[in-house]
Nanobody
Framework: QVQLVESGGGLVQAGGSLRLSCAAS????????WGWYRQAPGKQRESVAV???????AYADSVKGRFTISRDNAKNTVYLQMNNLKPEDTAVYYC?????????WGQGTQVTVSS
C-alpha cells in the first residue's frame, strides 16, 4: 500500500508560481513512475508531468518550460514547481504513484489561477 498526501495548492494570479508537494508513505521503494495529473471542471484527468525511477522526466506540451517535477528521496516527497501560471492551469492536481501496475492517488489539491 502507498499513501499520498498533496499540499501547496491555492489561489494565484496569472504569471505567479506555486509549488505542490506530495508526501508519500508505505511501500514506495518500487514506485515507478511518479506523476502529477490534473482535472479541470468538465474535463478528463490529464497527465501533467512524470518522473521515472531513473530520473527521466516528461511533460505535457501545455506545461513544458513552466512546470518542473522533482523528488526529495530523504523526505519521500515529490514536488511540482509551477511557474508562469495561466488561467487554463486551473484544476485539481493529483499526485500519482505506480507500483507494479497498481495506481495510487492522493486526494487532490485545488489550484486556481486568476486572470
Amino acid at each position: 500500500q502507498v499513501q499520498l498526501v498533496e499540499s501547496g495548492g491555492g489561489l494565484v494570479q496569472a504569471g505567479g508560481s506555486l509549488r505542490l508537494s506530495c508526501a508519500a508513505s508505505g511501500s514506495i521503494r518500487s514506485i515507478n513512475p511518479w506523476g502529477w495529473y490534473r482535472q479541470a471542471p468538465g474535463k478528463q484527468r490529464e497527465s501533467v508531468a512524470v518522473l521515472t525511477q531513473g530520473g527521466n522526466t516528461a511533460y505535457a506540451d501545455s506545461v513544458k518550460g513552466r512546470f518542473t517535477i522533482s523528488r526529495d528521496n530523504a523526505k519521500n516527497t515529490v514536488y511540482l514547481q509551477m511557474n508562469n501560471l495561466k488561467p487554463e492551469d486551473t484544476a485539481v492536481y493529483y499526485c500519482n504513484a505506480r507500483n507494479y501496475y497498481v495506481d495510487y492517488w492522493g486526494q487532490g489539491t485545488q489550484v486556481t489561477v486568476s486572470s
